[in-house]
């Protein structure tokens, strides 16, 4: 004997089977009512475009659809299954991410409650792998103790996670890097503390980037000693008294790094090293 229903509402309907006016089973049959038509399928993994390469993702939302169990599979164009994350967002709603490795048509079959969507399978063409894109100054050449900048634009590379390293005469673990005026684009900055020749790895979800690592020449401090100021009695000899001390002032804020030395000719013709200190920690200022 076959029975018919047609339910009105998605949920679970239960069914009591009678022989001769007695239960068939100890308790009730539970019957599943589904609606397949309410699953919304939504997200950038679902639709063509996603480079190759690139963690993407889409959204199975079947909360209006009552309960069942959801069955995922994606197959690259050469028919193999291909490795998928299924992770619950709410009660009957997932996300399910995965990374293609290979451009064409990929065919995203979606199953709840046994049973296919319309849609399934959904085809997805794959666009060939997606480049990160470095470029700037700071990829090239620097100053030493000066800030360098350079650009990371990862618009056509999917979602990820960038790296960044630096390594050369010193290790710079300072490395600054920050959202750009774009989705998808990073400003990075760094100060090398010393001359020399540096290498910038730029790894994109672990993978390095074209034309990583970058070799950038770090050179000297720019010096403008024109901007060097002297003054004090001990240089223009004003208040300067014999048998007492004269002082020497050496302002060098504004001429750039450096070191300060000097040295003394007597009216006898000897000479000798003057010894200049900063006036305080840090300051350029010396006396």
Do not use: W
């Amino acid at each position: 004997v076959q029975v018919h229903f047609t339910p009105e509402t998605v949920g679970v309907y239960k069914a009591n089977v009678l022989f001769n006016g007695f239960p068939v089973e100890d308790k009730p049959l539970e019957i599943p009512a589904i609606d397949l038509s309410k699953v919304i399928v939504t997200g950038p993994g679902i639709q063509s475009g996603n480079p190759a390469k690139a963690e993407t993702y889409f959204d199975v939302d079947a909360r209006q659809t009552g309960d069942a169990d959801l069955d995922v599979s994606i197959t690259d164009p050469e028919g193999k299954d291909i490795p998928i994350e299924v992770t619950p967002l709410a009660k009957n709603a997932h996300r399910v991410k995965y990374t293609p490795q290979q451009q064409g048509n990929h065919g995203i079959n979606i199953r709840y409650g046994g049973k296919a969507l319309k849609q399934s399978p959904y085809i997805v063409n794959i666009d060939e792998p997606g480049y990160v894109i470095c470029s700037g100054d700071g990829l090239t050449h620097a100053i030493a103790n000066e800030k360098a900048e350079f650009e990371v634009d990862t618009t056509k590379a999917g979602s990820g996670t960038l790296g960044l390293a630096m390594e050369g005469p010193t290790d710079i673990t300072d490395i600054k890097c920050e959202p750009g005026d774009e989705n998808g684009k990073f400003n990075v900055s760094y100060t090398a503390p010393l001359p020399g020749v540096y290498k910038i790895t730029v790894k994109y979800n672990d993978e390095v980037v074209p034309g990583a690592p970058f070799e950038v020449t770090v050179e000297k401090e720019l010096t403008d000693i024109s901007k060097v100021k002297v003054s004090g009695s001990g240089i223009t000899g004003k208040g300067a008294r014999v048998g007492e001390p004269a002082k020497i002032i050496v302002d060098c804020s504004e001429s750039g790094n450096g070191s300060v030395a000097g040295s003394l000719t007597t009216p006898s013709g000897d000479t000798g090293d003057i010894e200049f200190e900063p006036i305080s920690k840090g300051s350029k200022v010396y006396e």
